[in-house]
């Protein structure tokens, strides 16, 4: 089985790269993940609970990263066993590039092998739920970059962001109205 998609992300390259290595954000992102344990060599223990068919299991391996090139790529290799449900094997490249300040697309491609019953489903079948779960974790992922890195509204080109001011202005309005006021009265 193949998989080839890319992504657009709401935040900038570096902060895309900085949410793939998150932890709490990807064991968040990953549709069943009941774990997922760094092991301190670009490694984790991941626990996940996947359907594909009729075949349910609670799935344990481990993810390796490696050819790390900050912050723009990586690639996974993957490996997890279901007990009697089967098991599963294979390899992701991932790349980041930035499409302007504020946001990144993600290039990836996966390759994987499966065993036991999951295989016995039929590769159609096996294709849908890999499908479905990279498309539920995008949508995961996507929605925890929206909420911890919500774009604060800015100045055009300064990044500066225009919530403080708002007070300023009212206050320098009420200043205003003070100064053009005619004598006598207060506005």
Avoid at 65 to 75: A, G, W
Avoid at 160 to 167: D, E, K, S
Wanted: one cysteine or more; hydrophobic letters at 40%; a positive charge.
């Amino acid at each position: 089985m193949q998989l080839t998609n890319r992504q657009t992300l709401p935040v900038s390259q570096v902060i895309a790269w900085e949410a793939l290595n998150d932890v709490e954000m990807l064991k968040a992102s990953i549709p069943g993940c009941e774990s997922l344990t760094p092991l301190g060599d670009d490694g984790y223990e991941v626990v996940v609970l996947a359907a594909i068919g009729p075949v349910k299991a609670r799935f344990k391996g481990r993810l390796q990263l490696s050819d790390l090139q900050p912050p723009s790529s990586y690639r996974i290799a993957f490996e997890g066993q279901g007990g009697p449900a089967g098991h599963g094997k294979g390899t992701a490249e991932v790349r980041l590039e930035a499409n302007g300040t504020h946001e990144t697309v993600l290039n990836y491609t996966a390759t994987a092998r499966v065993g036991g019953k999951i295989a016995q489903v039929g590769q159609r079948l096996v294709d849908a739920a890999a499908q479905r779960m990279a498309g539920e974790f995008f949508t995961n992922f996507d929605a925890q970059l929206r909420q911890r890195h919500a774009p604060a509204a800015s100045s055009p080109g300064t990044g500066i962001a225009q919530a403080p001011t708002v007070g300023l202005w009212a206050r320098l309005k009420q200043w205003l109205r003070k100064l053009v006021a005619p004598q006598g009265r207060s506005a």
